[in-house]
């Protein structure tokens, strides 16, 4: 009513987020899902050759049937992967380094915090570069210093790269297409689609941290790597406390998302969060959450799997479909589970 | 420290910001705003009209005001009573005028005058309570009709027989001392009103039909299913409002000694603009005669002030008009938002710092190093129990223990899978113990202190301590009793964790971090409960000492341990034994080796610590987040931890999986056995310890080995 603005001034306004409803109704597929293969902190799915790649740490690993053989190993952590439609693989670590094919390839200044890579159907490089300021590992810094410092960039065929935008809050996601690109930008929970050197949203108010896009029939797999919380988002409006938080508290205990959570007793603990009769709650707060959304027509959401607060496979980074099937990377779940892409 | 951060502890150290919730929580905040329009108003045109407070001019004006409160007396009531009395006007008229006609054309003595009018009042006001009352029509449209049609009958008989009324030469001393004598320097209207006024308050205060009415007003459908005749109160309620109305009509009959035409027009608004002004609630059920009050001279004030500074009726209505739209929009927001505003100002966090801390994390090599030990318990009551706060085990090697709905179950030795509910006591029960009868005392939070006998009759101890001074919410009564000892004397330490929070938002006040637990002895002998120490962080479990010289209690949201010493040189005194630990410290026990144990109910996390150190933001939390959405300490881990007299931490068992026993309130050793409780556990845990004495029991170690 007329008097909520007034009454706003002195209590401060509501923090709300978007719900989890309609197509984004809630529910347990991904702790369903079978395990394809369990291992430490999977992130990035390609298929090539017939086979499935999964970044793992700084190994790369193929996983075909129930084996798996390292693909290869580098000196840092691998924090992006892409096929490309000659059979090459690129591959981006946390030293800020881009491999294509086992080759170094050289970057522009400004690039060191490789999020996602794409090859577009014209055989383009497409390439986002989380921030400018952290590396990929460093997410969690850059969220909380709200920052907005990253770019997407693109190499066309037999080119150096171009930047295609800048100014973006975390760029994690790329679908490349005939005539542009569509990104995820997290940290404003929104999908933009990048064309001609215009920017415009085309799914917003997402109720979670987007992560990597890859096609579908008809339409695309979003990941979504953590949820949207009241109290971080209330942390991230307060100054003082953040700006104390990130100085005095270790990293992984600040109030802030996580690919899992629940480890340690140092962790933040929200009211909602408290175990009561032997029950932690499937519709409680939490830091980290499991969420695949399935975009249709326009990238309008058409249905999606979920691990709630209780549930384990959380922290999903990538999803891809393959020939039918659904591969999914639960980065805080340690494993890579499989469904029907229809699910 | 920071230049800010001394600037917010002093800042909201030092302010008390929990007075405003607790101040809001006054049933007399309602008259806040009506008393500050009165104030306002009174002050405003008193100072714009000059010889506005002269008594002359005081004397008429009261004389209005007496006949007016009269009228908005009993629409107050009816208002009250979830009703609305639109005919009050025209009562008011036809019974001047019925008592005009009485003494100036038959003559009749002035009391019968009276009884005419009193007469034509409570017709009027029985046919308004026999069609809403017992017909049920709507009481808006039903006064409208009664209201138009007494005006009808009114305008026809003043033209009738206004004439003879004026040539008549009745005259009364009686008549012209109500009509302009004074007693005291009061007039008889404002002795009337005020006479009035006051049976009324009292009446629906403190009896029965005062108390059916407000509960109808409040509730129409649980008062008929509370047994009140629900019909034959409001048929009631009309007829006083009548009866109200015919003595003012009376009153202006001796004052004015006639009847005009503009008798009692526009009353019915006045009337109501005043009586929702003051702050009575137009659905029913709130508000009181005082209010009525204060709304009757604000507006009579009001109406006066306009026309003396010279402003015409349209003006006048105008405003009224406006009056009544504002205070109506006012009494809905207030009444739909009152809890919400309380909500949002009751949590007022204050500044704590606490002191750098061992790590408790498994590996850290400290005392305090929690280890999975606890999830190998048996569970007794797994998937029956609810709320477990505290255990204890009788001579018989039964175990007792308090649930979240009120009971105290027992489970039968030796194999503890059959129980039965040993008692019902209601609220929530927490600390339990046995004196030296057997008796089973238990800190009922909510309630207070209770005895349990064995024969199964529950006993109140204790409900209340002596009120401190500065309170503003009563503290004598017991928020929070949460664990008890009793000392060979019999004297039973006990501690109230807080005076902000009830037993069942215990965790709420981690949040405000406040101040207000307490240490109290309930002594056996007199019956009386005296306050031993106040101002603590929830003071929580309590433990006699083995050598019974001094009470060991535990501080929950400092993370300490305190002893009060008992004799000694420090008699009367406690001093801190454990600081800073990582963990909430809840009940302590004796252990069967000479030292004690203690439940953490939760461990610290440095993203609360840093938050006790940000009130400002706790407070903006609690107002802009759901409760839901609150940073809380983890409560989710906890663990049993045994310590010496001196204060050294000897073991730490927990549960890190969180399945068994995530949160632990209490523990009691009993032959070998540790039996673990836990306030949001479905569980008691039956844990064999190691290396203890397979005899001991509390009973025998408090009471000596009896039979």
């Known amino acids: ?343 | 420290m920071t230049f800010r951060e001394r600037l917010q502890a002093w800042r909201y150290n030092l302010v008390p910001d929990h007075a405003i919730g607790e101040i809001l929580q006054k049933r007399w905040t309602d008259n806040a705003i009506p008393f500050l329009a009165l104030v306002i108003v009174v002050a405003g045109f008193g100072s714009a009209i000059p010889g506005f407070f002269r008594l002359v001019s005081l004397q008429d004006s009261t004389r209005q005001l007496g006949e007016f409160s009269l009228v908005v007396t009993g629409l107050t009531v009816v208002m009250l009573g979830g009703g609305i009395d639109l005919s009050v006007g025209s009562i008011f008229a036809l019974s001047a005028f019925a008592s005009v006609a009485a003494f100036f054309i038959f003559h009749l003595p002035t009391g019968l005058a009276f009884l005419a009018a009193l007469a034509t009042g409570l017709i009027f006001g029985a046919v308004n309570g026999y069609l809403i009352g017992f017909l049920r029509l709507r009481a808006f449209l039903t006064t409208l009709v009664t209201f138009i049609i007494g005006r009808a009958i009114y305008d026809i008989l003043v033209v009738s027989f206004g004439a003879k009324v004026q040539l008549s030469d009745a005259s009364s001393d009686l008549w012209d001392f109500i009509g302009d004598g004074t007693m005291a320097g009061l007039s008889v209207s404002v002795v009337a009103a005020l006479v009035l006024a006051v049976v009324t308050h009292v009446a629906l205060t403190r009896s029965r039909p005062g108390w059916h009415v407000l509960a109808i007003g409040g509730s129409r459908r649980s008062a008929h299913n509370a047994g009140i005749r629900v019909r034959r109160m409001v048929f009631l309620t009309y007829v006083f409002s009548g009866a109200c109305s015919a003595c003012a009509g009376f009153l202006i009959a001796t004052r004015l000694s006639g009847a005009g035409p503009g008798t009692g027009q526009g009353l019915e608004i006045l009337a109501l603009t005043a009586a929702v002004v003051g702050g009575n609630s137009l659905g029913g059920g709130r508000g009181s005669v005082v209010k009525g009050l204060m709304g009757a001279v604000i507006v009579l004030v009001m109406t006066n002030g306009l026309i003396r500074l010279g402003y015409g009726t349209g003006t006048n209505q105008m405003v009224l008009g406006l009056l009544l739209a504002v205070a109506v929009t006012i009494d809905i927001r207030w009444m739909k938002n009152r809890h919400k505003v309380l909500n949002e100002v009751y949590v007022a966090p204050v500044y704590l710092k606490l002191g750098e801390t061992q790590s408790a994390a498994p590996g850290s090599g400290t005392p305090y190093e929690l280890n999975n030990r606890l999830s190998q318990a048996d569970a007794i009551g797994l998937g029956e129990l609810e709320g477990p706060e505290d255990v204890i085990l009788d001579r018989d090697d039964h175990l007792y223990c308090g649930t979240r709905h009120g009971e105290i179950v027992r489970y039968f030795a030796p194999d503890y899978t059959r129980s039965e509910v040993f008692a019902h006591v209601g609220g929530f029960p927490l600390g339990l113990a046995f004196d030296r009868a057997g008796n089973l005392l238990s800190c009922v939070g909510a309630m207070g202190l209770y005895r349990i006998a064995p024969d199964r009759t529950v006993t109140r101890l204790s409900a209340e301590t002596r009120r401190s001074w500065t309170s503003i919410v009563d503290d004598a009564r017991l928020r929070d009793p949460n664990d008890l000892d009793i000392a060979p004397d019999g004297k039973v330490y006990f501690t109230d964790s807080t005076k902000r929070y009830d037993a069942h938002d215990w965790t709420l006040d981690s949040i405000e971090n406040r101040a207000t637990g307490r240490l109290l002895v309930y002594d056996p002998a007199t019956g009386k409960t005296a306050t031993l120490l106040d101002g603590y962080r929830y003071t929580n479990g309590v433990t006699m000492a083995h050598d019974n010289r001094s009470v060991f209690f535990c501080e929950s949201w400092a993370c300490r341990i305190h002893r009060y010493w008992l004799e000694g040189p420090k008699v009367g005194t406690a001093e801190c034994v454990i600081r800073d630990m990582p963990g909430y410290p809840d009940n302590i026990n004796r252990a069967s080796d000479g030292t004690y144990w203690m439940a953490w109910l939760g461990m610290r996390t440095p993203s609360f610590d840093l938050s006790l150190r940000h009130p400002g933001m706790r407070r903006r939390m609690a107002r802009r987040l759901p409760q839901d959405e609150w940073l809380f300490p983890n409560i989710n881990t906890g663990g049993v931890v045994k310590f010496n007299d001196a204060g050294e931490i000897l073991q730490t068992f927990g549960d890190l999986t969180g399945v068994s026993h995530p949160m632990v309130t209490s523990m009691r050793e009993h032959k070998g056995f540790l039996y673990i409780g836990g306030i949001l556990n479905n569980r008691i845990g039956r844990y064999k310890i190691e290396g203890a004495n397979p005899d001991w029991t509390a009973n025998d170690a408090y009471w000596g080995a009896g039979s």
Not at chain 1, 19 to 33: K, M, Q, V, W
Not at chain 1, 316 to 342: C, F, H, N, P, Q
């Open chain 1, 1 to 343: 009513m007329i008097f909520e603005p007034i009454l706003d001034l002195f209590r401060g306004k509501a923090i709300t987020i978007p719900p989890l409803d309609g197509a984004l109704r809630a529910n347990t597929a991904l702790d369903e899902a079978a395990v394809l293969a369990g291992l430490p902190a999977p992130d990035n799915l390609v298929w090539q050759d017939g086979r499935l790649l999964c970044s793992s740490g700084a190994a790369v690993l193929a996983i075909e049937g129930s084996t798996r053989s390292q693909v290869a190993e580098f000196p840092a952590e691998v924090t992006a992967l892409a096929a490309a439609p000659d059979g090459r693989l690129a591959v981006a670590s946390d030293d800020g380094r881009l491999r294509e094919g086992g080759i170094d390839v050289p970057l522009p200044g400004g690039i060191g915090c490789v999020t996602a890579l794409a090859y577009g159907p014209d055989g383009a490089l497409w390439l986002a570069n989380g921030s400018a300021r952290h590396p990929a590992s460093g997410w969690v810094v850059d969220l909380m210093e709200k920052g907005a410092t990253g770019s997407v960039w693109r190499r066309a065929p037999g080119m150096g790269f171009a930047r295609e935008a800048e100014g973006l809050a975390w760029p994690c996601g790329l679908l490349p297409d005939a005539s542009g690109v569509t990104v995820s930008e997290s940290w404003r929970h929104r999908l933009i689609r990048l064309e001609g050197g215009r920017v415009t949203p085309v799914l917003r108010h997402l109720p979670g941290y987007p992560a990597r896009l890859s096609p579908a029939p008809g339409g695309a797999w979003l990941a979504v790597f953590a949820p949207r919380n009241r109290l971080i988002e209330f942390v991230l409006q307060d100054v003082h406390y953040r700006r104390d938080m990130m100085a005095e508290v270790p990293r992984e205990f600040w109030v802030a998302p996580a690919l899992r959570s629940g480890q340690s007793f140092l962790e933040p603990l929200q009211c909602g969060g408290i175990r009561m009769m032997g029950i932690h709650k499937a519709w409680s707060p939490s830091r980290s959450y499991g969420l695949v959304v399935r975009l249709g027509e326009g990238l309008a959401p058409l249905s999606s799997l979920h691990s709630r607060a209780n549930g384990r496979r959380h922290g999903v980074t990538s999803a891809i479909e393959v020939d039918g099937r659904l591969y999914v990377a639960a980065r805080g779940g340690d494993a890579v589970l499989t469904l029907a892409g229809d699910a």
